[in-house]
């Protein structure tokens, strides 16, 4: 756990500074029963992170998962501008989809699968924490502050997203995920600009761009290679309607401080996700493997045939437990700042 995030999220264990976040964020009082709700679930998401650093593996991401839920729960409630828990929708908000036909059969042939598991969004958690969070992606361009800020559209209810479409689009899991026979969908961005007249430009590496260059051409955008660095350019109409995917690595961070950016292509059918939402839908991933296909688990985290995912999975349990509470707290300070 680092020290300094979570005691800055005792802030959302006190019934008065919840008060003072929600009043700067909304413009209007709240409540003593909503912000002890708040507090209720940062409490239970402190205790699920920290019991989760001192846990085996054989348990540790669904501890993990739990406490990003909880966390998730906190946030929702301050985002929230009217009602409480009473008004949130029962239910993760996400399902599995046909995972035991997947992980079916032998041990060693079911694990190399794992990237197939597919998850379905539904009503619940998860879609209340999208639309109250807006499904906003925070950048940090040049800086450890924000520097830009999109919002994404909402994801449609029943979207379909496979276990490898997360992997390959997390640039903390580069050294696991080279290890695998996929492609890494994600491109270190060199330079980057945008204005409502000058449109979007920005510059990143030709090779790792290679695996979905196709997409930027495919929607309207200008791709112009000259050596190792291509640039890619649109006018700001059709980035606004046709946005590429951002993410950030938050583990490997440039001069430890600067989450370094990445360029990503959407979710298929181009839906895109927030990095919290990227987060959250990866901790659900480990969570139910670990719940519900503990022989698969076990197996997997001991060593053997098949398991060829876990160097990667390992390093994606460590960036949730890093990235979900600073990417809570960030979000917070950047919205009661700007309301100062």
Not at 47 to 63: G, I, K, T, W
Not at 192 to 214: H, I, Y
Not at 227 to 243: L, P, R
Request: charged letters at 20%; proline letters at 4%.
């Amino acid at each position: 756990m680092n020290i300094e995030v979570w005691q800055q999220l005792l802030s959302l264990e006190s019934q008065e500074v919840v008060k003072k976040m929600f009043l700067k964020i909304h413009g209007n009082e709240l409540n003593t029963k909503r912000a002890k709700e708040i507090n209720s679930s940062a409490k239970q998401a402190r205790e699920y992170f920290r019991n989760a650093s001192l846990s085996s593996f054989s348990v540790r991401p669904l501890l993990v998962f739990y406490g990003v839920s909880s966390l998730s729960r906190s946030l929702t409630l301050i985002m929230k501008k009217r009602g409480g828990e009473e008004r949130l929708t029962a239910g993760h908000g996400i399902t599995t989809e046909d995972w035991s036909n997947e992980l079916s059969g032998d041990l060693n042939t079911s694990l190399k699968k794992i990237g197939n598991l597919k998850v379905k969004t539904t009503s619940g958690l998860f879609t209340d924490f999208i639309k109250e969070t807006d499904n906003i992606m925070n950048c940090h361009v040049r800086s450890s502050g924000i520097d830009w800020k999109l919002n994404y559209s909402k994801p449609p209810q029943d979207h379909i997203i496979t276990f490898s479409q997360l992997l390959s689009r997390l640039p903390d899991l580069q050294q696991g995920f080279n290890q695998l026979s996929e492609d890494a969908l994600y491109t270190n961005i060199n330079g980057m600009t945008f204005s409502t007249e000058a449109g979007f430009n920005c510059k990143v590496r030709t090779s790792s761009l290679k695996p979905f260059k196709d997409w930027f051409s495919e929607n309207g955008y200008e791709v112009l290679e000259a050596g190792d660095w291509t640039t890619i350019k649109s006018e700001s109409e059709n980035f606004e309607s046709n946005s590429p995917q951002f993410v950030h690595s938050y583990v490997q961070k440039t001069f430890g401080s600067i989450p370094s950016l990445y360029l990503s292509k959407p979710f298929e059918p181009d839906v895109c996700y927030s990095q919290l939402g990227i987060t959250f839908l990866s901790s659900y991933y480990l969570g139910m493997l670990v719940r519900y296909y503990p022989t698969q688990w076990t197996q997997l985290i001991n060593g053997g045939s098949g398991d060829d995912y876990w160097p990667t999975i390992n390093r994606l349990l460590g960036y949730i437990e890093q990235a979900f509470p600073e990417l809570v707290i960030e979000l917070i300070f950047d919205l009661t700042k700007e309301s100062n």
